[in-house]
C-alpha cells in the first residue's frame, strides 16, 4: 500500500460527523487525536467507536487485529497536543465566530505545513478562512452523515486555497475508501444546491394544489424512480433542519427565484409538525410507521369510449402503441368523433392551454404525462382540466389501469408533477456548470453518491432528451411567467452534445 497521506491527523468535534470522520481516518490507518470542547465528549465518542470496531469486527468485515489496531490508533487529546498533526479536521457547532477562533488557536499549535479543513455545510469556506496566516491551506472538505456509510466528500477550494491542498485532501479521501468531488466555495456546495430542485418544487406543486403530500411521493417514486418521495425525505431529515437550509440557501443566493422556499414548510416548522421524530409531519406517524391512505380505488366503467390523440402529444407513436396494448378502440381521424376521450401528452404545458390552442373540447380532453418512456416507469399520471367530465376521467383512469400499472389523476398545472421536478432538478445542476461550481463528472457523482438519486442530473437530461427538457422548461415559463423556470444558457448550449459530457481536462 502506498503511503498514506496524512500520517497523523486531528478531529476537533466528537459529535455526529466528528465520530464518523475518526472512524474512517482510524481504519484507513492515520492516528487520529480527537477534541471536544464539552468535558466527557471524547471519551463518550471514544467507546462509541470502539464498540463500532467490535461489531465491524463481529459481522467479518474488519479483522480482529485491524479493530484493535483503529483503537490503538484512536488518541483522546487536547487542543495543545496538535503540534504533530498533518491535517486538522473540524466538526464543531455551525457557528462562523466560533469556527474563525477554534482555527486561530489550532494555527498557533500546528506545524506551517499542516493541513486545515472545515466540515462545514453551511458556512463559506473563504469567510471561516479570512484572518488565517496560511489560508493557502486550508480547505472545506464536507461528508455526510452517516459519514462511514456516505461514500463522498467535496473538497472545497477558498479563494486563496492551494491547489496542492485540494489534490491531497483528495488522495487522502481515497485512502479512506470515499471518493472526492471538487466544489468551488458556493452555497450548499454540490450537493445541497442541487438537492434544491427536488424539495422545492414538490412543496411549490403541492402549494397548488395539484396533488396531495402522498400523491406526489407517489409520482416522484414511481415514475422518476427516486427512493423516497420528497414529502418521505422532508419527513426525515425533519423541518428544523430543512427549512432554514432551503432559507439560507436561497437568501445566500440573493432571493434567486430557483431556490424560492415554500410558506407550506414555514408554516410547518412554526406550527411544530416537523417529522417523522415527531410524530407528525407530512405524514402521521405511529410506531414510527408512515400511515397513508390507501390509492383511490379504479372506477368501474362499463362502455369504453372510443379514444382519439392529438398530433401533437408527446411520444404520440408509444403512445398509440400503449392504447393499442390496452385494448382501446383508436380513432385516427383528423378530429376526435364526439363520444371520443381527447388525450394530449404536453410537455411543459397545463392540459387547459392545450385544449384551447388546439380547439379540443376541454369537457372530454385529459393529459398523459410521457416524459419519460412508459416502459421505463410504475406508474401513469393524468391531468384533468376544470371543464374535465365525470365520464372521460373515470373511463381515462379505467383504460390505463388495465393492465394492473397503477394511475394517478392529478389537477391540471403547466408540467405534471415529474415533468416540473425533473426539469428543475436538470436546470439547477446545468446551472451550476455554467457557474463552474464543479465539472459535470463530479455534479452527477456528488449527487448519485450524496442524496441517493438514482441518476445523475446531468445523465438523466441526456436520457430523456435535453430538447425535451428544454420543452419543459420553456413551456412552463410561459404558464407561470416566472423567472425560475428560465434555462440555464448551459442547458440550451450543451443540449445537443450531451449534459454529462466532461471536458477532456476537467
Ligand atoms: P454535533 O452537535 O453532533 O457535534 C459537535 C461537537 O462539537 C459537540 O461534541 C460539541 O461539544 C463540539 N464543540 C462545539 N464547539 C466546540 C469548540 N469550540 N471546540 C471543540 N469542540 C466543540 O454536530 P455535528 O452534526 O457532528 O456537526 C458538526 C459540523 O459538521 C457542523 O459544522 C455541521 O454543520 C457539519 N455537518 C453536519 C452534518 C450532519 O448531518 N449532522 C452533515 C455535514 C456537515
Redesign the pocket.
Known amino acids: 500500500m502506498s503511503e498514506i497521506t496524512f500520517p497523523t491527523i486531528a478531529v476537533?468535534?466528537?459529535?455526529?460527523?466528528?465520530r464518523g470522520i475518526a472512524q474512517i481516518a482510524a481504519q484507513a490507518g492515520s492516528t487520529v487525536r480527537l477534541?471536544?470542547?464539552?468535558p466527557g465528549?471524547v471519551e463518550k465518542a471514544c467507546a462509541a467507536l470502539s464498540e463500532q470496531w467490535d461489531k465491524l469486527c463481529a459481522k467479518g468485515r474488519l479483522s480482529a487485529d485491524a479493530a484493535a489496531a483503529c483503537k490503538q490508533r484512536l488518541r483522546p487529546s487536547a487542543m495543545a497536543d496538535l503540534g504533530d498533526c498533518d491535517l486538522v479536521v473540524e466538526?464543531?457547532?455551525?457557528r462562523l465566530d466560533?469556527k474563525k477562533t477554534?482555527f486561530a488557536e489550532v494555527e498557533s499549535i500546528v506545524r506551517p505545513d499542516a493541513v486545515l479543513v472545515t466540515?462545514?455545510?453551511?458556512l463559506s469556506v473563504t469567510a471561516i478562512a479570512a484572518g488565517l496566516q496560511r489560508p493557502e491551506r486550508f480547505a472545506g472538505y464536507?461528508?455526510?452523515?452517516p459519514v462511514p456509510l456516505m461514500k463522498v466528500v467535496e473538497v472545497i477550494a477558498g479563494l486563496r486555497t492551494d491547489e496542492a491542498t485540494c489534490e491531497a485532501l483528495g488522495r487522502y479521501a481515497r485512502q479512506m475508501g470515499h471518493t472526492p468531488v471538487r466544489a468551488a466555495d458556493t452555497p450548499g456546495f454540490i450537493v445541497n444546491h442541487a438537492g434544491r430542485g427536488y424539495i422545492t418544487e414538490a412543496l411549490r406543486i403541492a402549494s397548488e394544489s395539484v396533488a396531495d403530500f402522498a400523491t406526489i411521493d407517489r409520482i416522484l417514486r414511481d415514475q422518476a424512480g427516486f427512493r423516497l418521495g420528497p414529502f418521505e425525505l422532508l419527513d426525515l431529515t425533519a423541518l428544523d433542519v430543512s427549512q432554514p437550509v432551503m432559507e439560507s440557501i436561497y437568501h445566500q443566493y440573493f432571493e434567486e427565484p430557483r431556490y424560492r422556499p415554500s410558506v407550506i414548510g414555514a408554516q410547518r416548522l412554526a406550527g411544530g409538525v416537523l417529522g417523522k421524530k415527531v410524530g407528525e409531519g407530512f405524514y402521521r406517524y405511529v410506531d414510527g410507521v408512515a400511515q397513508v391512505a390507501p390509492e383511490p380505488a379504479t372506477p368501474p366503467v362499463e362502455d369504453m369510449p372510443p379514444v382519439w390523440v392529438s398530433p401533437r402529444a408527446a411520444r404520440r407513436a408509444q403512445l398509440l402503441q400503449l392504447l393499442k396494448d390496452l385494448g382501446a378502440r383508436i380513432e385516427t381521424g383528423a378530429s376526435p368523433s364526439p363520444e371520443a376521450l381527447t388525450l394530449a401528452a404536453p410537455l411543459g404545458f397545463d392540459v387547459t392551454t392545450v385544449a384551447v390552442v388546439e380547439r379540443l373540447d376541454p369537457a372530454r380532453t385529459l393529459g398523459i404525462d410521457l416524459l419519460f418512456d412508459d416502459s421505463s416507469t410504475r406508474r401513469r399520471v393524468l391531468a384533468t382540466n376544470p371543464a374535465t367530465r365525470r365520464d372521460m376521467r373515470e373511463a381515462a383512469q379505467a383504460l390505463f389501469a388495465r393492465d394492473g400499472k397503477p394511475v394517478s389523476v392529478i389537477r391540471d398545472s403547466g408540467g405534471f408533477v415529474t415533468q416540473r421536478v425533473v426539469a428543475t432538478i436538470v436546470n439547477i445542476a446545468s446551472d451550476m456548470c455554467q457557474q463552474g461550481i464543479c465539472s459535470p463528472r463530479d455534479l452527477d457523482t456528488a449527487v448519485t453518491l450524496g442524496l441517493g438519486y438514482p441518476l445523475g442530473p446531468l445523465t438523466l437530461g441526456d436520457q430523456l432528451g435535453p430538447s425535451s427538457v428544454l420543452e419543459v422548461l420553456f413551456n412552463l415559463q410561459t404558464v407561470y411567467g416566472d423567472p425560475r423556470y428560465r434555462p440555464s444558457p448551459w442547458l440550451r448550449r450543451r443540449g445537443a452534445i450531451g449534459l454529462s459530457l466532461s471536458h477532456t481536462e476537467e
Open positions: 476537533i468535534g466528537a459529535g455526529a460527523m466528528g477534541v471536544d470542547a464539552q465528549a466538526a464543531i457547532v455551525e466560533v477554534v466540515n462545514t455545510s453551511s464536507h461528508f455526510f452523515n
